[in-house]
């Protein structure tokens, strides 16, 4: 069972948190707030799975599990940060992850930089403004959607919904978090919660508060019976050192509108002016900074992505994610003058990068235009709308032979503009408009016209269209990019030395988990970096193998590709997340302007 469903913790429906009365259980022992999260910081610095943490504290306070979920939630928030930007930033305040928590659960992450410009010293704005950036690069949209279904139910729930009204909910677009409500309806059915007017009021602490007497000191502890192993937070508490992690209370104010204000202190304007916020010196040994090393940290939502952990198979020799993870391949990429090879097997982010390099590339080149020949009938954010911009072979049921003309029509007209443009002196070539060729599933498409003698003639004109304008488009900007799941140059009729001088490659590799078990290898990865002829450098090679045996591990963990890139001297690294390019989609601007380039109207309702 699913049990780790987190309501918004600043939001003012959780304000009021039920006593024991509601469940109908007697009260066992009481238990101070702080004392509570102090233990869960502690099993969570211990490497406690966050859903055995969940399953005990409903089984020893089911009263507080919102309280102790939301403590959770920061603790892992904190962590992700904390190693997703490195520790060159400090202090690290409390209340900058109260507040990073905040905006990232309403969706407007950029708000952050406002509030700390007034409430923050510089470093901190600078802290904040990395953060910010690793904010939006790994949460997809689709998780603050889950963030709101889960707010919703847990109200559902906390008001006495039955299990079926709960399962009601996977509705429309609910659908795809199906196994959200499941799992709330699932507690529902084990834990029935009926509304009651007795409350107490918790959730108005701050993480300054000066004196205890300002928090609640005590609640009641319930006594269920619960299926799986307890784990009793309350003995868990005797804690003899300080946790990893700061465990001062979460601040939980009543929620605000984002646009009417951006205080989300407990202290006025002058109070907050007249706080201390300059760097402090941190030794070594400082709790919040140390044996992060030494942990493997768990995940606290199974979506939520924990790109940056330090993970390892070896504890010690723990891998700092951040300093593996490519920073600026989509630029690099879409910054080159030649052509790329891009070669990786399904499920390894192959498509998403590509979404993401045609946005990336018009935004550098806003007067581009891509020929698109593919198989498949994706939106291309927005191109397809464009008569003739995409191409797809037509398959004839009659004869059984695939009809390769709309793709061949797209490789003659990149060839008559590379023609054309030869004739040109060289200085008329410099501020010509970059003309692309992007071929995707060319595999397939090699695959078939390798496989019969009638596609001769065609495999020929490919082939030799590909090598003129890998060899000779980069001084008259045009380029091929090929995407494949075959990373063997021959087998794509791409043989010629002076064709791999001009081709940069990229390959992915990953093992990803589906219902028909392991899918995927890195067999491609170790094979090309083998290559002499793609990687020349003995040491450069040892180099990248070392690395690579050493982040294969942690990919499989994760699940994340593993990038290696020709450019330059060669790299290998972790690919960043690209799936928010899923919803990417140019602007209506630039598809009317690349409409006209086409010599036609853009069709806007075909979305």
Known sequence: METNSLAPPHSSENAAIASSSAIGHPPQKAIAPETLQAAIAKLF???????????????????????????????????????????????????????????LLWNNPDKILEICATKCNRRDYAFCEVAVDYIEKNYEPSWYEQKALQNKLYQMYRSGASPEEIRAEVSGKNKKFRHIVEAVAEIAVQYPCHQTKSTSALAQFSPYCQSAKEIPLSFDIAQTDYSAPKLDLAESSNITGSPHISTEPISQPVKKPIEES????????????EMETESVERSPSDPILEEFSDTILTDTFSNLPN?????????????????????????????????ALIAAPSGTGKSTFS????????????????????????FWLGLRNIPGAVARPDYDEETGLWNFEPILEHIRRVN???????????????????????????????NTISGSKKYAAIKEFITESLA?????????GIIAVILTQSFNLESLGLTDSNIRDNLAILIFGNVVKTLKGMQGNYNALYKIIRNPFVVGSDSA????????????????ELQRPIAFSSIGDGEVMFLQDYRWSKDCRLSDEQLDAIAQRFGCARNASNN
Not at 94 to 99: A, K, Y
Not at 313 to 331: I, T
Not at 468 to 476: A, D, F, P, V, W
């Open 262 to 273: 951006v205080d989300y202190w407990t202290q006025d304007e002058s109070a907050s002016e």
């Open 355 to 378: 979404w993401a390099y045609i946005d990336k590339y018009y935004q550098l080149h806003p007067d581009a235009t891509f020929y698109i020949c593919c198989q498949k009938n994706d």
């Open 416 to 446: 008559s503009f590379l023609n054309q443009r030869r004739l040109l002196h060289e200085e008329q070539r410099e501020s010509l408009p970059k003309i692309v060729l992007f071929l995707d599933d060319y595999y397939s498409i090699w």
């Open 541 to 556: 090679r040892a180099r990248m193998l070392n690395l690579l045996d050493k982040l294969v591990p942690v990919s499989m």
């Open 468 to 476: 003129n304008i890998i060899t000779l488009g980069r001084e008259l």
């Open 45 to 103: 610095n211990q490497g406690t799975p966050s859903e055995q943490i969940a399953q005990g504290l409903l089984a020893t306070t089911p009263e507080y599990y919102q309280l102790g979920m939301n403590t959770l939630a920061l603790l892992q928030f904190q962590a992700n940060i904390l190693q997703g930007v490195g520790a060159s930033f400090e202090p690290y305040y409390t209340h900058i992850f109260d507040l990073l928590y905040q905006a």
């Open 307 to 339: 790109y940056s952990r330090v993970v390892s198979v070896n504890p010690k020799a723990p891998l700092l994610l951040s300093q593996h993870e490519e920073k600026n391949l989509l630029f690099t990429v879409a910054s080159l003058e030649i052509s």
